[in-house]
């Protein structure tokens, strides 16, 4: 059977929009399915949406958050409560187009174990955003040691796959990298990035870079490297700073004024504060997983016809 993950944050409008085009193709397709949603802590009637999908079809699960924990919850969230002996994740708006569920689960049915959804293109945008989320495409990249640049968290994966990730203690986990790094037998699909119908898009620039930073520093020490290769010029441009004023200095040509003083101070204050900020980033995370509270809190599940508070 495959399971399908379907986050959900204030998605009233697509829910059953969404269930009645997954549900159709499958059946189509004669592909054995359940649809997973879950409720990132909606503020809209997400939740009720998928409570009457769940009444008029019997492959509905739903999960309802106690609040909202982030998107990268609700997909291990989905994961956890899947049944199926390959999952997918793809997203409530259909900006992920179904028909390539199809193309992945045979693919799947053909032995690889985990199918990435990589983008053929990315839709309509506006030139901020696009410009914003290249720049966060090739950060990733660096950081992860990963070819983020198309990708998405559009794939399917084996329940060996899956599991694996569920092994995972890490509280701050990134899915789109991870479900990379974990290996296995791995193809590809091509896809479009589709028009959003209903609704708006929840991502902007500033949520963009929260959700790079937060997942940089969660699965990689990059950061702190490129600290360390930051101090190591900024001694390199003091010692040549410095052979100059002495120079100078026995020359009787000593620098005049405090604009040198004044730049070195800016400098170095300014590499220090950063070099704070990035190790205080660090520390946080630290605290968040040495604490080890759970990734998510599930207020309420249903099943088909079948509710379970």
């Known amino acids: 059977m495959l399971s399908i993950v379907i986050p959900a944050y204030n998605e009233e409008k697509m829910i059953w929009k969404t269930t009645e085009v997954v549900s159709g193709i499958m059946e189509r397709e004669k592909i054995p ?8 802590g909606s503020r ?11 009444e008029k079809n019997t492959h509905v699960t739903g999960i309802r958050f106690s609040r909202n924990f982030g998107k990268e919850s609700a997909i291990f969230a989905g994961l956890a409560n899947a049944e199926g002996d390959c999952i997918a994740v793809m997203d409530c708006d259909l900006q992920h187009p179904p028909e ?40 990733m990249s660096k950081a992860v040691q990963i070819d983020m640049s198309r990708a998405s968290d559009f794939k399917l994966m084996d329940r060996k796959a899956v599991e694996a990730l569920l092994s995972m203690p890490e509280r701050n986990a990134f899915f789109r990298a991870l479900s990379s790094w974990v290996g296995y037998l791995t193809t590809s699909v091509e896809f479009d990035v589709q028009e959003r119908t209903e609704g708006e898009s929840k991502w902007s620039t500033w949520s963009l870079i929260k959700y790079a930073v937060r997942n940089i520093v969660g699965f990689s020490s990059a950061p702190l490297q490129m600290i360390t290769v930051a101090g190591v010029l900024t001694l390199f441009f003091a010692i040549v700073l410095g052979i100059q004023s002495l120079v ?32 205080g980033i660090y520390i946080a995370k ?24």
């Not at 809209?44 to 769940?54: G, N």
């Not at 020359?251 to 400098?267: N, P, R, S, Y």
């Not at 630290?286 to 508070?309: H, L």
Request: with cysteine; hydrophobic share 45%; charged share 25%.
């Open 100 to 139: 390539t569920l199809v193309e992945m689960y045979r693919l799947w049915e053909q032995g690889y174990e985990v199918v990435e959804g990589v983008k053929r293109s990315r839709g309509k945008e506006s030139v901020l955003h696009r410009a914003s989320a290249g720049m966060f495409y090739k950060i």
């Open 248 to 279: 100078k200095y026995f020359c009787g040509h000593a620098l005049e004024g405090f604009t040198t003083v004044i730049l070195l101070l800016l400098i170095i204050g300014s590499l220090i504060m950063l070099s704070l900020g990035i190790i």
């Open 44 to 54: 809209d009637q997400t939740w009720e949406m998928i409570e009457k999908a769940a």
């Open 286 to 309: 630290i605290y968040e997983e040495v604490k080890g509270r759970p990734r998510y809190f599930i207020a309420r599940k249903i099943s088909g016809k079948k509710k379970d508070n």
């Open 33 to 40: 399915f359940e649809l997973v949603f879950v409720n990132d």
